[in-house]
Each structure stands twice: as structure tokens, then as C-alpha cells.
């Protein structure tokens, strides 16, 4: 991993990219390092999930975000690019590869329920059409994160839902989507269990009473870097499990293990079975194209995924999608996409507009 880390072979100790960003020894002996090395991406699961599977007992859910996150990651990584400089050119080619170590935690660093995992990948992917490794290109990534967080939320909801749960959607007052939650697990748990997040409210809030304005994202990232604590190295997971149940009281208890019981019995009966994606497909289209006229076509799986969560399958969806275009639905320009009615309708205007030129 150290060898990985810093662009080098296993094996031969060699450097597999062209630039090398090695470590180097500081004035005062400590190990610097002079370029990117890792992306970590980092793919949280919903609050209630990580309640029900820590003070719920219910282990399945942990497997269950196992499994949304290696479908996630196998879709992050077909965005991977490398540059392409050769010749005169400015371009991003996809190679489709990534150098990938996987770490699975089950608390944040408040000690709360709290599953997630760090995709670290090294600065490494293999270019196949220049046969050698070169420096990872994460825009594609970056600029996906939001589909990115839709597919593993459409996985997670398929599973929790065939495991017997029923799920809540979400959104903020002004509409915003906000992923779902376990039907049943209170507010009240949420906020107790969340204490990494109201360290973030309390640090943005008095970011926006001294400065007089929100903080930008990265600034974000910096408040919330500088206000969490340190990491807990000496205690055990079992010490860990005890702390978290004991801050229950005899009601949430009850609570908790009458939604697993619930979810168990359903789960014994229930058979689930996957929707088709054309309505999700067909509310997308409609739902993008009434504000614009063209749009990247992951923004349009996006949209699609969020209205068909945990019922319809992303392989299904781009299949439907593939059929649009070649029934002329869809039209497509690289990445971008339009429908012919968004065409039609901005041809209109266009006409509209000529026809009106210097009449009044």
C-alpha cells in the first residue's frame, strides 16, 4: 500500500508514473509529500440503517451497505480517466480502472452508530491505449457525485426493503432530496446519535455570525475538519457497542427491536420483485427537460433514480435509455442529451423571436 501510494510497482520499487510525487524528509524529520496520492471516497449509509444495524441488531443492514457500496464502486470506476496530452492534445481519456483499498467502519468519530466506507484509491490508472499507467483524471468522478450517491441509495433501499423494512423519502423545506430512512426510528434518535452533525451546524452557524455569509463548500470542509476530535485508538469495538447502547432509553429499546421484529415478519412473507424503469424514465425527462433544453445524460439517470428508489434496477434504466435513442426520443451529443420536444421547442423560439425582430 505504501509502495501504491506513492505511484511505485510492488515489486520493483519502480515508478509507474511519469511525474513522480516520492516522499521526502523534512527539516525536522518528518516524511512530506510533494503530490496528490489517494482519492478517498467516502460513501456513507442513512442514519436509521446505521442505528438498526448497531443498536438494532440487525447485521443484515451492514451486509446490505456492503453490497450497495460494491455496486457503487463498480460504476465510480468506469468514470476513471487519464489525460491525453500527446500530439497536441487537451483531452480525457476513460481507461475504466482504479487501484482500490476498501475500508468498512461502523462509527464516526463521536462513537455513533454510524456505517461507512473509504474507497481509497492511489493516483494510478492504466491508460490500455498508451499501454502504460498514468495519473488518475477524478473529474468525472467528482462532477458524478450525485448519481454516484443515487445508485448506491437505490441499491441500499432494494435491500432494506427486501430484508422487510419499509423506508421513508426524504427532503429538506425547500424540496431538496435528502436519501431515505428506516420507517419507525424518530427525529429524536437521529439528533442523539448525531453528534458529528451538530458540531458541523454549531461550526457553520458561527462561521456565518462572524463572516456575515454561508460558507462556501470548501470552507465547509475546513470547518469540519477543524472541529472534530480526536480519534479514540485504545477503545475496543465491544466497549464501543456498550456506550452507544447504554445512551438508550428502556422505550427506544422497545421501540427498535419491535421495527426489527416487524421487518422480520414481513421479510418471512413479503415477495419483492423489481418495477420497470420506463415510468422512472419518462418522470426524469419530464422532471429535467421542463428547465432546460439540454442536459448531461447522468443528470437524467439522477433524476430517474431518485423517483424509482430501491424498485427499479440501473442496468434496466440505461437499457431503456439506449432504446430512446434509438428510436430517435433522445438525442445525443457526447455527454449531453436533449429529447425532440426540447428541440422542437427551442427552435420555436428561436423562430419566434426572428419573426418578431424589428416589428414593434
Known sequence: MQAIRQGRDPDSGEFLRQRHSADRTAADGSTQSRGRNLYDFTISAPKSVSIMAQLGGDLRLAEAH???VKETLQELECQAASRVRRDG????????????AV???DTSRELDPQLHTHAVAANLTYDGAEGRWKALQAAGIYEQRAYLTEVYRN??????CSLGYEIDDRRSQKGKNLGFEIKGVSDELFAKYSQRSEQRDRAIAEFVESQGRQPSDNEIAVLVRESRADKLVEVSTAEVHLRQGARLTPEESLTLGQIRETGLQRFQTQRSELERATPSLVYAKQHVFERVSVALDHELLTEALRHGRGRIDLAELKGELSLDESAGKILRGGKEVATRE????EREMIERINRGIGQF
Do not use: P
Open 66 to 68: 456492503r453490497k450497495a
Open 89 to 100: 492534445a487537451n483531452d480525457n481519456r476513460i481507461t475504466g480502472n482504479l487501484v482500490l
Open 103 to 105: 475500508y468498512h467502519h
Open 155 to 160: 441499491v441500499l433501499a432494494r435491500e432494506v
Open 342 to 345: 426540447s428541440l422542437d421547442r
